[in-house]
């Protein structure tokens, strides 16, 4: 087995669903100022997927290179609502009217996750899941904001859908690692094909 896997990422969502595979990880967050990397891809066009692929990317070979040697995971994920994308919300208030602007609607979740080995990208994926919400009442967003608590700004769409949060969707279609943020089956696969981990 390969050394030196190393996560370049703080979401305690992505490093348990690594650690649950079995996956030991170092971690080591990217230091990166993810919204102003973003700016000006949104002002060129690029598509919701594209921007998760971009600072996944950022992510992974900013680590990478300084970690020479082991191989980086670099993970990001979009919110994306026709040419709207949506991003962690700042306080409680932002979290409701994000809530407010998903229901009864569907939206998409790109996650990205890439591999960098000495500073250089060396596998690219992006997972894609469309979530359809319920027409949420407004009262109903309020007693599950109190519920979830402070928990609703650490997910772009303001819900966790492995907890309280399955309670909003009518309808989901795709990958559940997908959705939590970290498409695992294609990453397991590309890992052991460069034997990073038995298989």
């Not at 949104?42 to 594209?50: K, L, V, Y």
């Not at 998409?108 to 080995?117: D, E, F, G, M, P």
């Not at 359809?132 to 109903?140: A, N």
């Not at 989901?172 to 498409?183: N, R, S």
């Amino acid at each position: 087995m390969a050394k030196g896997l190393v996560l370049a990422s703080g979401s305690p969502q992505r490093l348990a669903l690594l650690r649950d595979a079995g996956i030991a990880v170092a971690v080591q967050p990217a230091e990166l100022d993810e919204r102003a990397l973003e700016a000006p891809l949104q002002d060129s066009g690029a598509d919701p997927e594209d921007v998760a692929l971009i600072l996944a990317e950022a992510k992974a070979v900013d680590v990478s290179e300084r970690r020479p040697g082991e191989l980086v995971i670099g993970a990001d994920q979009t919110l994306s609502m026709g040419d709207t994308i949506f991003h962690k919300p700042a306080d409680m208030e932002a979290a409701r009217r994000t809530l407010l602007a998903l229901s009864g609607q569907t939206h998409r979740l790109n996650s990205a996750v890439v591999l960098a080995l000495d500073g250089e990208v060396v596998w690219r994926h992006v997972g894609v899941a469309e979530i359809t919400m319920r027409h949420l009442d407004p009262g109903f967003i309020g007693r599950f904001m109190a519920e979830v608590g402070e928990r609703a700004l650490t997910s772009v769409g303001a819900y966790q859908i492995e907890r309280e949060g399955i309670q909003l969707m009518e309808r989901i279609e795709g990958d559940h690692f997908t959705i939590v943020g970290l498409p695992m089956l294609p990453l397991l696969k590309e890992l052991r094909s460069r034997g990073a981990i038995d298989g």
